[in-house]
């Protein structure tokens, strides 16, 4: 098993950069690919990026795409998320997640297993 928190969250203006970190606990992070997931009041929890166990491939939905840099340091056991050019769509609790189920598209929260508590991530206009 592995266990989450994610820090970083906080309130910025538009346009503004926030870094978000995901600190796991255990010794097998990095058998795990990790993604971030977000979920905005009243809507559904949504994909928002993900790196392979190694590091050597990233995907980021197309709502960040540019914006948005997925990175790892298995040594530290840490996921990251720079957040540059923030819009306050961007709005919303930023949790992270370990993949179990890699059968299940990268994108789909079934997929993954291991959830952080979120951390708030507000952006004012």
């Known amino acids: 098993q592995v266990q989450l928190v994610e820090s970083g969250g906080g309130l910025v203006q538009a346009g503004g950069s926030l870094r978000l970190s995901c600190a796991a606990s255990?010794?097998?992070?990095?058998?795990?690919?990790m993604a971030w997931f977000r979920q905005a009041p009243g809507k559904e929890r949504e994909f928002v990026a993900s790196i392979r166990r190694s590091g050597e491939r990233t995907y980021y939905a197309d709502s960040v795409k540019d914006r948005f840099t997925i990175s790892r340091d298995n040594a530290k056991n840490t996921v990251f998320l720079q957040m540059n050019s923030l819009k306050p769509e961007d709005t919303a609790v930023y949790y992270c997640?370990?993949?179990?189920?890699?059968?299940?598209?990268?994108?789909?929260?079934?997929?993954?297993?291991?959830w952080g508590q979120g951390t708030q991530v507000t952006v004012s206009s």
């Open positions: 255990g010794r097998t992070f990095s058998s795990y690919d």
């Open positions: 997640a370990a993949r179990t189920i890699l059968a299940i598209s990268k994108t789909s929260s079934s997929g993954y297993s291991y």
